[in-house]
Structure formats: C-alpha cells, structure tokens
C-alpha cells in the first residue's frame, strides 16, 4: 500500500459524519479503520466492511477530538479540505503508508499503528489515548504527557522525546535505529547507552532522509522490555 496526506486548516462547514448512527454504533464496536493504496485514503467500517474513498493531493493526515468524535482532517484530489468525523471508538487504527501523520492532544481514543503500515514522519502531541506502534516509522516525535508502546514488530530510525512526561515503552524485539530524551522524559526497555539525553528539544536534530526506512543492519534489537 502507497499513502500520500496533507493537513490544512480546516473550517467546521467542510465535516463529513458517516452514517446517522454511526457515533452511537461506534462506541459499540471496532469503528473505523484508516488506510491509504495508491494515494486513495479510505475509510472502513470494520464491522461492516464498508468503505469509504477519497482521493489524496497532500501528504499529511492530520487526526484530532471534536466533541468526543474522532476527526480525520486531509486535503483532497481537488484540492478542497476534508474534515470526516468517525465518531466515538476505543481505539483508531492507521495502515498502509503515509508521509506524515499528526496525532493532535485533542483525540479521544488510543491510536494503533499497523504492522503493515509505514510512516514517514509521526508527531504525537500528548494524545489522551494510548498509542501502539507495530508498524516502520522514520521518526517519531513525541510531545506532552503522551504514552507511547513500541511493539516487537515494530521498526522505527529515531524516536524523540520532547517533553518532559513523555512516557515511551520499548517491547522485547523492536528495532531502532537511535533515541533521544530530554529530562523528565522517560524511555524503558531500552539500556542508558541506548538512549541519548538531550537539554532541550531544539537540541534534537537527528536527518532521517525522506525516503529512506531502517534497516536491520543499522537498527538495535532490544533483548528485553523493563517496567
């Protein structure tokens, strides 16, 4: 799958709502999922499976809480701006492969990252739900008081923790490239030779290169996850 978003700033009269009783089912089941094939962004009902297409001209996804609701903002084939609300669900799950995905402190719900999926570049701003990466990720930039979990599956070139009250989980198996810190952040999983500490957040400069992904022979393997 090939994935292709940008956000823009968006005006409320630009909302999409799926379905009269999607909120309330939403809440009762799996929702929405979120993928990206050729840059075409869908959006499935994964109880269902039904889909809905868009169309992609940018590059970002950006995804944030509005009254409750989970909001998907993105800029179409048009070039018209897409706010599509998804409603209420326990968690949010992104697949396939996207240029840059910005998790807003605003969203509602935990957000899962695919094995299958591949993102360029992930901020996360202090999202209230959990967030689970599975999937490769070039960087990820992690803010606020977020709670982060970096499954064995998972592959990612830099992780940054921005702020202090980040709080990242690295799992037995996961492969990265390289970490930094700023005080108060906290990493685990991983040994203090691993993680880099740095003073502030505009210390942190890694060059991920756009189009590169990690590789096993530049990537660490963590032999074990700690509490």
Sequence with gaps: MKWKHRMLALALSGAVVFGAA???????????????????LYFTNLTSGAESAYTLEGER????????????????????????SL??????????TLSEVVID?????????GISASIENLTVNAASGHIYI??????????????????????????LALSRGVHIQIDSGARIASAYAVSGASICGASPSFVKKVATPAGVSP?????RRPTLGSSITLGSSQK
């Design 22 to 40: 999607m909120g309330a089912a939403a809440a009762e089941s799996d929702g929405y999922g979120i993928s990206m094939d050729d840059s075409t």
């Design 61 to 84: 996804l950006r995804l944030y809480g509005q009254d409750g609701d989970i909001v998907a903002a993105f800029t179409d084939g048009e070039g018209a701006t897409r706010r599509i």
């Design 87 to 96: 409603g209420k669900q326990k968690r949010l799950e992104l697949d396939g």
């Design 105 to 113: 402190e605003s969203l509602p719900t935990g957000v899962y990252v």
């Design 134 to 159: 599975d999937g490769t990720v070039l960087r990820a930039m992690i803010r606020g008081r977020a709670r982060v979990q970096i499954g064995p599956d998972a592959s990612l070139l830099n992780v």
């Design 207 to 211: 060059s991920t290169g756009r189009n």
